[in-house]
């Protein structure tokens, strides 16, 4: 990962140790992340159904993106079963849902459900790096997927089941606009969770596994609690996503959580950036907008040239193949990457460094 | 000097064979509280192997190693940054993407106790407060090493004599009683070396610790050293004070090359033992 300078502001000095470790690098920073929360609280103000949909569905995914960049992005582990996690997460919610606890409660306990079996599909990590380990995780993909088409009493089988509509303290959040302050509030948790861990002892150590796992166990780590750790703490956020993804649609069927979903999930935080929190959120952002983007692209293009009118669909398909092609060559560190380079390009400027 | 006190750790007959080479034969000999033991030998005789055997990344065919008169093989390798036995690599092994200050971190992980949990959490939990606490430590490394001026920047991109210094740092973080340094000078010049060699000596007089140091610099091991062993084909051929070392006949011929009737029986040996 090339290195891009973040220089301070002039004159902003830390005078402790507290102010060296904030969360937020500089007061902008911090000012900048509060808008867009407050942005995205008002948006049902202003937005309607389509504009709220595409944000609960991007919080959705970048919650279960940043799960898979713990794993991929800071401990350096690919997982292929990434789909199948976020799947779980959904049929246990809606599982636990219909025995009666609210589903305020089984979200987090979908989570830490999923996080247990995504613990024990990530025992082979102990011992496998890479490419074979990204084949083991292969397997616990299509493994979910059988346990999705046949465990009737858990999934309800071939026919799927219903996720019950989410309430707080008696109100239901029936509509795009109430679901929406449910993600967003996951979103929060999800993200200053993830950043916080990256600055304490076992984010670092995941970092340390993925670096120099030879002189990371000299350190002191033991390697094969870290690396299922890691399995855990992604699977856990891969949880949390899909139990808010059952709840939103109130249907759950085991076909949306195929091996495509999971190599969604990795495009998503390799266009965001790998190992970065804020990464995830723009890569989900990125991956679910694109499509849409070139469709508006697509009909653009058929306006001016109406003979492939009846071609839009697969122009839409290409373009979302060619974009994704491009950006991987032309930006291979991901959206973050980009980020800092004009941040660090105005805060330098008329200096090139 | 030291007061060549208690023996630390204590290499007892250790042999070390992969496959059908001999890496170590019967290799003995011990480390004393408090002094600086320098391991020497040419390229290839069996050094780093030994140094791994400490640290616990190879497991000896044959022998013992005891810590502090207890049996030191049957602990695995992440317990023995706990036990006291840090380590640097000869070539660099720290975490690129990293801070140097976090790289600093990492070596206090046995010393902190916050996990995944307090630490996603950490305004609750204590880790904040942890987390703050030891970054008071890790400065007086820092400060030690003279690496303020890059505590930010990723460690992968600082210059060769500057990772060697926070390899060293990163092995201080753990407060060792042994630390094990691989070619601490190895392609550093004249001025790295000279701050290094300060860096060493400073380590045992200020931060108290025992250090076992493999090093090709003949001058440094003599200067440095309170006590010296040669490695030579895996066998332990002189030990002893190092200016009594570097007499020997078997040492100056294993590293002239010249003819020597006990190094050619141990090479004889060893090709019979490949054969």
Known sequence: MAHVPNPRPTGDFRVSYAADRTLFKTRNETYFVIAGVLLVALAPLFFGGYVLSQLILIGIYAIAALGLNVLTGMTGQISLGHGAFFGFGAFASAWIASRGIPVMFAIPLAGVMTMAVGMVFGIPAARLKGLYLAIATLASQYILEDFFARADWFTGGTYGSLAETASFFGYQLDSDASYLYLVLFWVIVSFVGVANLARTRDGRALVAVRDHYLSAEIMGINLTKYRILSFGISSFFAGIGGALYGHYLGFVSGEGFTILLSIEFLAMIIIGGLGSVSGSLLGAAFILLLPQAMEIFANAVATVVPAIAQGTAYIKQMSVGAAIILFLVLEPEGLVHRWRLMRASWKLYPFSH | MADHGSTLLRVDGVSLRFGGVKALSDVTFD????????????????????????????????????????????????????????????NLALFGHMSVLDNILVGRHHRLKNNFLTGMTYWIGGARREELNERRFVETIIDFLEIQHVRNEPAGILSYGLRKRVELARAMAIEPELILLDEPMAGMNLEEKEDMARFILALREEFAMTIMMIEHDMGVVVDLSDRVAVLDFGKVIAAGLPDEVLADEHVKKAYLGEDDEVLHALAEEQERATA
């Open chain 2, 31 to 90: 480390v004393r509280k408090g002094e600086l033991f320098s391991l020497i030998g040419p390229n290839g005789a069996g050094k780093t192997s030994m140094l791994n055997c400490i640290s616990g990344r190879y497991r000896p065919t044959e022998g013992d190693i005891e810590w502090r008169g207890e049996n030191l093989l049957k602990h695995s390798i992440n317990d023995r940054a706990k036990l006291g036995i840090g380590r640097t690599f000869q």
